[in-house]
């Protein structure tokens, strides 16, 4: 039957001239071909009973038997999700992702939306046509393999996927914010068999904090200032906890001397992160010191000598203080960290973990909590939360409580037989 007894059509399909048409199952499917084509394809039209709207999709042939095979699957397949209670008409899942990138395009700045638009551009080719009523947890879990098929490394990490999976939650509650989407598919579970984070403990940290000198004075004359400026980034980072985005951020109007109530002299810096804004006060007074010798060499860039944090004035308060010498803040120290760690003998931690820049942040809050610091009061100077420290760095607090956790009230020692046991004690921890 040709489309003379149909109803009129409405839509911006309508305006297109059918060469040809084809009714099934009385109106239901209903294939047509435009004259606008030479090689006319069958485009295909539905009405899902129960459902709003119709379903408009190209049947990809020239041939009718099989665009109405294409047809007639097609219109069992939305006729199910009809029934089942799903969208007719799910959004594809790229266009979505088009959108969220064009709107958080404008806040690139912010290093944390930087990288979810990244990760966004990444999804786009492996979502394809997929649309928001496929989204589950078989799916996320699809997309998972295929960004480790596609990674540089052998594979992702736990940490790193969990990463990937915050940042495509993030999409997804905009999704459903902005009407793409309705509800969060479950997301698989990661299994994680390696909590503890690679650090520093006091004789590795010891020996790379003795070498730093030998790194710098051993270097050629044109890397002299990097290495200079890679140690006082080093030691900022592990006596702040800031991270390594934080500090790449960091300009010289962030920070500010202090003085803490037992009049001790230190540094304050306010950071933004990817948990927003916040100050930071360093954990040494030597923080001061490493500042002052990376402006000594700023000052020296720009021709100045005032080398006294509090008269920067050759400096202006809103350039970096990790840069080159041309002022562009330097985007990494990967490679030279990683330099530095090898000719120190520490590459590696007690797990045999090959240690990073973010080694540092978890050597400051291991160092911290062995001093007994309180957590809450740490996780606010961290920007993280009282439940990340005890998730990551449980095995740290218990050590801190130890005086507490040995207390008994039902033996009793002797002094002398208190003594003859700390010696026995300290004599096997010696062999």
Not at 245 to 271: C, F, H, Q, S, Y
Request: a positive charge; one cysteine or more; glycine letters at 6%.
């Amino acid at each position: 039957m040709d489309s003379a007894g149909l109803p009129p059509k409405t839509g911006h399909r309508a305006t297109a001239t059918v060469l040809e048409s084809k009714i099934f199952r009385d109106g239901a499917i209903y294939l047509y071909r435009r004259a606008e084509y030479k090689k006319p394809t069958w485009y295909i039209r539905l009405k899902i009973p129960g459902a709003k709207g119709y379903v408009w999709k190209s049947s990809g042939s020239t041939d009718e038997y099989v665009a109405y095979k294409v047809a007639e699957d097609l219109y069992n397949q939305s006729l199910v999700k009809v029934l089942s209670g799903a969208k007719l008409n799910s959004k594809r899942i790229s266009d979505a992702l088009n959108a969220y990138i064009s709107q958080h395009e404008r806040d690139q700045q912010r290093l944390s939306i930087h990288y979810k638009i990244l990760f966004a551009k990444r999804l786009i080719p492996i979502f394809k046509s997929r649309t928001f009523d496929e989204l589950d947890t078989a799916l996320v879990s699809e997309v998972l393999d295929k960004l480790d098929q596609n990674s540089k490394r052998k594979a992702l990490s736990p940490n790193t996927i969990k990463r990937l999976l915050a940042d495509l939650r993030h999409f997804l509650n905009w999704a459903i914010e902005q009407g793409y989407a309705d509800t969060l598919p479950k997301f698989p579970k990661i299994r994680d068999d390696q909590n503890r984070r690679p650090h520093f403990d006091n004789a590795d940290w010891s020996a790379l904090t003795r070498y730093m000198g030998t790194f710098v004075r051993k270097a050629h004359g044109s890397v002299r200032r990097d290495r200079m400026l890679l140690v006082n980034h080093v030691l900022i980072l592990a006596n702040t906890g800031i991270r390594v985005g934080e500090a790449r951020n960091l300009k010289w109007r962030d920070i500010r001397p202090i003085t803490t109530p037992d009049e001790t002299e230190t540094v304050a810096m306010v950071v933004k992160g990817k948990t927003g804004m916040r100050e930071v006060v360093a954990r040494t007074s030597d923080v001061k010191k490493w500042f002052n010798s990376i402006l000594t060499e700023r000052k020296t860039d720009l021709g100045e000598e005032d080398s006294d944090l509090r008269n920067a004035k050759a400096v202006p308060p809103d350039t970096f203080i990790f840069c080159g010498r041309d002022g562009i803040p330097i985007g990494s120290f990967k490679k030279s960290f990683a330099t530095l760690l090898k000719d120190a003998g520490v590459e590696f931690d007690t797990f045999g973990n090959k240690r990073t820049l973010y080694s540092l942040r978890h050597t400051y809050a291991t160092f911290r909590l062995h001093e007994g610091v309180n957590q809450y009061a740490l996780a606010r100077n961290m920007g993280t939360s009282v439940a990340m420290l005890e998730q990551f760095y449980g095995h740290t607090s218990n050590i801190t409580s130890a005086d507490e956790l040995m207390k008994t009230s039902t033996r009793k020692v002797s002094k002398s037989s208190n003594q003859r046991e700390t010696k026995d004690a300290l004599g096997w921890l010696s062999t």
